[in-house]
């Protein structure tokens, strides 16, 4: 037990200082003045990603704003505006006139707070968090970074389908917002000519709180007590009466049932594999290459994390093959041999410049990820930018399509080649940043970030230098701290592109630009 409990403490304090070393970065970000940018009338004509068109979702015609049910809606709402408390006036600041931007941090949150590595049983065996029984010990999910850009991709995915459809019959039926129909109500936030009816703000609520209910199980309470703050904040807002929430939740319901549908049988059940599927992709890469990465922890994690990650299915891209980089360097061949003598120097001079680059880019237990950090950058960005929710929503749908699609593509790259980090082939070699529990080549921070600024850069030409640079920052800080090969940090920033690439070609023709 004294041995257990003191590997316990060692977990707790290695991510205490891990968090500290990083750059803090504020969770929430702050809206002022935020009238938006644009209203995107045409947005119920863009292509979406799981449904064909905008009208496949089923939504009743309104009633006219003369009829008494709707009049009598107006008079509720004006009442309860008059009686509105401090807890209501905070929740409608809170939730602002663009909650793509709150239902996204909430989602980093979650990701922070459950990415946390399952540690040791009292015998040094290690059990794996387990979808069926979420409570654990230990319990589910272990946020890691391909869970992570999976939950952030059915969210977002999900968002920006219910949304298109919301917009569809927004302008169809043309039923202006509650404060335009009686001038003593008044509007919480910037003025706009969106039709309120259906509620964009009841989609992004009930599809955000499905879809992240199935990915946090444990989470059922806390989630359900954010949507009904969030559906109560529309009303109080004086932006919506009670028909268009109940229309826009019941958009959110439908494409939730959807995108879950997809979500059960995209292969993700399967990524974490039993130790004997493990050993023979082990076996299988020793064959094909002689070599393979062994994990060096002490007890020895039996299985690397989610070796079939790279089989789950993509968003943009039919066969992962496809994408597969080129083999990494032979173990004794020049090129080899010259990164060994550059990670040596690298670890022999460790300069505080580079100290600082490798821990910012850190992401890991305890923290968001390197995905979430790239949509901490998205919102910035939409936020500085004053998208509409519709337009906020494709920016953080193609984010993380070609985010997830870039895990997968590196996962498929881990596993096939199988090759060993740094730690494990120069001796006495030290990290500063710890060592994963995966293959070396290619880098996922490289891939994930490389993938995530090419979509930044296409949908935010202006700050295509800055996040191309930043890609290159995080593929480099892997390399400064000792976790990875040059070649695993150059390659996998081609490999994030290329990959991006295939997302930013279905942006193109999506109709929104």
């Not at 991709?153 to 202006?176: E, M, P």
């Not at 992709?281 to 989610?306: C, H, M, S, Y």
């Not at 993380?400 to 498929?412: E, F, K, L, Q, T």
């Not at 891939?447 to 979509?455: N, R, W």
Request: charged share 20%; net charge negative.
């Amino acid at each position: 037990m004294r041995n257990r409990n003191y590997r316990l403490l060692l977990i707790v304090l290695v991510c205490i200082l891990v968090v500290s070393c990083e750059k803090e970065i504020p969770t929430k970000l702050e809206f002022a003045n935020y009238t938006y940018s644009g209203t995107d009338e045409n947005g119920g004509d863009w292509n979406p990603i799981l449904i064909d068109n905008g009208d496949e979702i089923e939504v009743d015609a309104p009633e006219d704003v003369t009829s008494e049910n709707y009049q009598s809606e107006l008079s509720q709402l004006k009442a309860s505006i008059e009686n509105i408390n401090a807890e209501q006036k905070r929740a409608i600041n809170y939730w602002t006139n663009n909650p793509v931007v709150r239902w996204n941090e909430i989602t980093l949150e979650l990701i922070a707070k459950y990415n946390l590595i399952p540690g040791p049983n009292e015998d040094e065996s290690y059990t794996l968090p387990n979808p069926s029984n979420p409570e654990g010990p230990p319990a589910f999910p272990f946020a890691h970074p391909p869970y992570a850009s999976r939950a952030l991709a059915y969210l977002s995915v999900a968002q920006f389908d219910g949304l298109i459809s919301a917009w569809h019959y927004k302008y169809l039926y043309n039923r202006l917002a509650p404060y335009q129909q009686n001038g003593a109500i008044a509007y919480a936030y910037e003025p706009n000519d969106i039709p309120s009816y259906p509620s964009d703000g009841a989609v992004l609520a009930r599809v955000s709180k499905s879809v992240l209910l199935a990915m946090f199980p444990l989470e059922g309470e806390y989630l359900q007590k954010m949507e009904d703050e969030h559906l109560e904040s529309l009303l109080l807002s004086g932006g919506n009466v009670s028909s268009d929430i109940m229309a826009g939740v019941s958009i959110g319901d439908q494409i939730s049932a959807i995108a879950l549908a997809r979500a059960a049988n995209d292969g993700m059940k399967n990524a974490q594999t039993p130790k004997a599927v493990s050993d023979s992709i082990k076996a299988a890469a020793f064959e094909r290459f002689g070599w393979q990465w062994d994990n060096l922890e002490i007890p020895v994690r039996p299985v690397g994390l989610t070796p079939l990650f790279g089989k789950v299915r993509m968003w943009n891209i039919e066969n992962v093959e496809s994408v597969r980089p080129i083999p990494p360097p032979q173990l004794d061949s020049q090129e080899y041999l010259e990164d060994v003598a550059i990670l040596k120097d690298y670890a022999d001079n460790v300069t505080e410049e580079r100290r600082r680059i490798a821990n910012f880019w850190q992401d890991g237990l305890g923290t968001y990820t390197p995905p979430g950090h790239w949509n901490r950058f998205a919102n910035e960005f939409i936020v500085e930018s004053k998208m509409n929710p519709l337009r906020s929503a494709r920016t953080m749908a193609y984010l993380n399509m070609a985010i997830m699609d870039a895990g997968i593509s590196c996962w498929d790259a881990k596993y096939y080649y199988h090759y060993p980090r740094p730690i494990q082939n120069i001796p006495g070699f030290k990290t500063i940043a710890g060592t994963p529990n995966f293959p070396s080549y290619t880098s996922g921070h490289s891939v994930f970030s490389a993938a995530g600024a090419e979509v930044l850069a296409y949908i935010f030409p202006e700050k295509a230098s800055l996040v191309r640079g930043w890609a290159e920052e995080a593929a480099i800080s892997r390399v400064y701290g000792g976790i990875h090969w040059t070649f695993d940090a150059t390659v996998g920033t081609d490999q994030g592109r290329e990959v991006a690439q295939y997302t930013i070609d279905v942006a193109k023709t999506d109709g929104a630009d």
